[in-house]
């Protein structure tokens, strides 16, 4: 029989508090990390002034006599100085030694030409180092969140000082610089660039217009950024013949420029930021961080007998600005690069750049005062000096930079204490709502509620306040030793070896987060305390037929008839033997040592060998073809409709589209790009079909189970479309072993803990990594076409590639848990708070030190936003769960 309901009556029903509690409580969760998130992740203060050339006095130009008068700025996305450096060794020769123009240049022309490596501030997104290279300032950690929302940029810089002297600018390339500089250039063609698997569009479109734009004399600086050989890392990585032909190109490109160019001109190359092996940036690696710095012009630029083998990106701003005499950006942090001034100019350039750079230091602790200590003894060594001694100003600028790169990031400390605070006290709550197992909600405990999440809202819209800081402290406080209180006095709770085993796992997963080493060695430790809790069963089982059979262990014999006589013990071992063999799928991290990624990782397109290719394909199609088998094989086809079974046997339709989809990336690129289109409709296809049967399996089925397994049918082969053919196994995996656990092992607890940490393992095992490298951008691109207008859906695939196994885990808790599924819901989410305040109470403790922004920060990222996916995914699981309990 239909129900006749709608969502306003499930609020109201009368089983509904364990929602009202589980939404409670997700709110809690959510808020307090918003709370914490702001005091931890701040952005640097941006300072609205701006250098003119009044600030320096100079007789016939604006503050020194220019070296040139126009400047060519090509930048080559991901151009890594190993790509450049003549003396390069030990890599592939798919990338090192293929650009001999430029090499030529290096070696014949050396005080005309010079190459050094350019050091870029992490993070390594794009977005971040044209701020860098237009603005010569520092970013902090989370701007690298902002990679993908470019806004016109607020601080002073080189395109606004460039017009504001009445000079142009035409720009070819990244439409990146147009969403920076709206209407700031003279004539500009740009093209979107987020359309990784393109390799060529953008790159052609700029050199259709270069050679012309050279030609002309009406610009002053002419900015080209080409994104081929970025692109090309995405998609194949670097050790491909792809970046081979990438890279002939831009040498070609660079050659013909050089020899188009006036001498009054100077031609700058550089790389905005390099790549792993993987073909991937964000994160602060050498190989992200060494990008390739390369000048030319055709006289002498070179004065300097010193050459620094290794400048920092922020140095070309101060540079390119002294060179063709405009204002250095008022914000800069950059140091002069002294070899392009001839020593009767450097005196000058040096005062000035040193003087700039002071002068906004000087401005900047007013508004952050914290830094005060830091830089004040460099201030007065400053003013003590000789202000025409240049290695006293670059000693100056030199400790300058470095105190800033220390001390740049500040942290709100009232703001972190109330989110650890707010956490700490819904923890409490959570706890005793777990005791109270009423079907009542005090009024008190509303009101409570009520007001700290006002307090917290008002704090997260930028509320700081003390009066509002001092009261969300006292409510927060107060309420978690009420709660505590009760706690003490009602717990009633026995110890047995299976709780005390679940505490003992999560108090020391927790713990173990404040370690860098067992951050970076986590799949090890959740893969240990998988097979552990397996081995506590495997016993369990032991005894529980030696106790069946009556037999006592006295001999060696009697061990292995107990051993073999279980049925159930066998299936424990097994899952025991998959979750050690799904290492192979682990993807590596810069820190992990003697680790090797196999081909499994990664995109297909950046695999190589094409036995490796067809043995993944190969491997990624049957796995899905079992994941449907066995999914197809849980429904029971008694109780399915004519409609339900017409579904069902539509998800084959779903399978042959994913499994046409990964053969045809078998196919050499050129007849690849003829079936581009088609393999982008098998992809939407696949989302349509599972969305279409998703819907009629909620809408249709009547039992829980039934629904379930029609939904994880109906969305089985969008998922694995976007994970891949290499993580087809471990998703079958994923999606198998929770089941076979459920069904073999009796005790409750121990199950749970299995799930649970088997959804956090399956994080690693599906190819993942909390770092900003290992974001798996090419999801985006999987049945979307590039440079979708409407990014939301791309950022939620990639959220979906990422979160996959949290995604799936709570999603089955019905079937792994079937009895009692809503409290196990509600035990599922406290069980991840706990392990994210751990992780978030680490990011507090450990904000000072070395690795905080390398691993503890991109972690606590992580797990925020997974906590986040796990509420509001198991929130949807427990409407479903009130929907069917209607019929």
């Known amino acids: ?398 400790r300058l930079q470095e105190v800033l790169r220390e001390a740049w990031t500040s942290f709100d400390m009232a703001l972190m204490r109330v989110g650890l605070i707010s956490f700490a006290e819904c923890l409490i709550f959570h706890l005793y709502l777990s005791v109270n197992r009423s079907n009542q909600i005090t009024v008190a405990s509303v009101v409570i509620r009520t007001g700290v999440a006002l307090l917290q809202l008002a704090v997260i819209l930028g509320n700081k306040e003390e009066f509002i800081i001092n009261a969300l402290d006292m409510t927060l406080v107060s309420s978690a030793a009420f709660y505590a209180v009760v706690l003490l006095f009602s717990w009633n709770l026995a110890f047995t070896v299976p709780l005390v085993s679940a505490v003992g796992c999560t108090l020391f997963h927790a713990v173990s987060m404040t370690s860098n080493s067992f951050v970076v060695y986590e799949p090890r430790v959740l893969q240990f305390f998988i097979q552990s809790l397996l081995m506590l069963c495997a016993f369990e089982d032991m005894i529980w037929n030696r106790q069946k059979t009556r037999k006592h262990l006295n001999s060696l014999s009697d061990l292995a008839k107990v051993l073999t006589s279980g049925s159930s013990l066998k299936w424990i071992l097994l899952c025991a033997v998959v979750t050690r063999c799904s290492s192979v799928f682990e993807r590596c991290r810069e820190e992990q040592v003697n680790c090797e990624t196999t081909f499994f990782t990664g995109s297909l397109s950046a695999v190589f060998d094409d036995v490796e290719k067809r043995v993944r394909v190969t491997i990624g199609v049957l796995s899905l073809l079992a994941m449907n088998i066995g999914l197809h094989r849980l429904r029971d086809p008694k109780k399915d409709s004519a409609m339900a079974q017409l579904s069902s046997a539509s998800s084959w339709a779903s399978v042959g589209a994913v499994s046409l989809h990964w053969i045809l990336q078998l196919l050499p690129d050129a007849v690849l790009q003829r079936f581009q289109s088609f393999s982008l409709g098998c992809a939407q296809f696949v989302y349509v079909v599972g969305l279409l049967n998703c819907v009629y399996a909620i809408q249709s089925s009547k039992e829980v189970r039934a629904t379930l397994v029609g939904i994880l049918q109906a969305l089985a082969p969008s998922l694995t479309i976007i994970l891949g053919d290499g993580a087809a196994l471990p998703l079958l995996a994923l999606l198998v072993v929770p089941v076979v656990i459920s069904s073999l092992i009796p005790n409750s607890v121990f199950r749970f803990m299995l799930v649970y940490f088997i959804g956090l393992y399956g994080f690693s095992a599906l190819g993942h990594q909390p770092t900003l490298s290992a974001i798996p951008w090419q999801a985006a691109f999987v049945g979307i076409p590039g440079n979708f207008a409407f990014q939301a859906l791309p950022a939620l695939i990639v959220l979906l590639h990422i979160f996959s196994s949290h995604f799936v885990v709570a999603l089955t808790m019905p079937l792994t848990m079937p009895s009692g599924t809503e409290e196990w819901i509600a035990g599922f989410l406290f069980i991840n708070a706990v392990k994210s305040f751990a992780v978030a109470g680490t990011a507090f403790l450990q904000r000072r030190h070395l690795m905080v922004w390398k691993i503890f920060a991109p972690k606590f990222i992580y797990d925020a936003i997974s906590l986040i996916f796990i509420a509001v995914t198991s929130s949807l699981v427990l409407v479903l769960l009130r929907l069917k309990a209607r019929h």
Not at 350 to 377: G, T
Not at 381 to 389: A, I, L, T
Request: net charge negative; with cysteine; proline share 5%.
């Open 1 to 398: 029989m239909s129900a006749n309901y709608s969502f306003p009556d499930l609020l109201t029903s009368a089983g509904i508090p364990m929602f009202g509690r589980y939404l409670l409580l997700s709110v809690g969760y959510i808020l307090s990390l918003l709370v914490f998130q702001a005091g931890f992740l701040l952005k640097r203060h941006e300072l609205p002034y701006f250098s003119s050339c009044g600030d320096v006095v100079a007789s016939s130009s604006c503050w020194i006599e220019p070296s040139f008068k126009r400047a060519v700025w090509i930048v080559v996305d991901a151009l890594r100085y190993d790509f450049v450096d003549p003396e390069a060794k030990g890599g592939s020769s798919f990338y090192q030694h293929q650009m001999p123009n430029v090499e030529r240049l290096i070696r014949s022309e050396p005080e005309k030409a010079l190459l050094a490596r350019f050091i870029a501030d992490p993070p390594t997104t794009t977005l971040q180092r044209l701020k860098g290279l237009t603005a010569g300032s520092l970013p902090t950690f989370i701007d690298a969140g902002a990679n993908f929302a470019a806004t016109s940029i607020g601080e002073d810089n080189v395109i606004d000082q460039l017009r504001s002297t009445g000079r142009n600018v035409s720009f070819l390339g990244d439409d990146t610089w147009e969403s920076l500089y709206p209407k700031q250039f003279h004539r500009s063609s740009a093209l979107p660039s987020f359309d990784i698997t393109d390799l060529h569009t953008v790159d052609d479109m700029i050199l259709k217009s270069l050679y012309g734009e050279l030609n002309r004399t009406d610009w002053q600086l002419l900015i080209a950024h080409f994104l081929g050989v970025d692109h090309c890392g995405h998609k194949y990585g670097p050790d491909h013949p792809e970046m081979r032909v990438k890279l002939h190109q831009m040498d070609n490109v660079i050659a013909e420029v050089a020899a188009k160019i006036d001498d009054d001109t100077i031609l700058f190359v550089m790389g905005d930021h390099g790549m792993t092996v993987t073909g991937d940036h964000g994160g602060d690696s050498e190989p992200e961080t060494n990008a390739a710095f390369f000048a030319y012009a055709k006289r002498k630029i070179v004065w300097s007998q010193r050459r620094r083998t290794s400048v920092y990106q922020v140095d070309f701003v101060p540079t390119l600005s002294l060179l063709l005499d405009f204002p250095i950006p008022f914000s800069n942090v950059g140091r002069l690069m002294e070899e392009f001034f001839v020593s009767s100019k450097l005196v000058k350039a040096s005062k000035a750049n040193c003087w700039q750079m002071v002068r906004f230091v000087q401005s900047y602790i007013e508004k952050q005062p914290h830094l005060k200590p830091h830089v004040d003894w460099i201030l007065r060594d400053f003013e003590n000096g000789q202000e025409n001694d240049v290695e006293r100003n670059a000693l100056v600028m030199r």
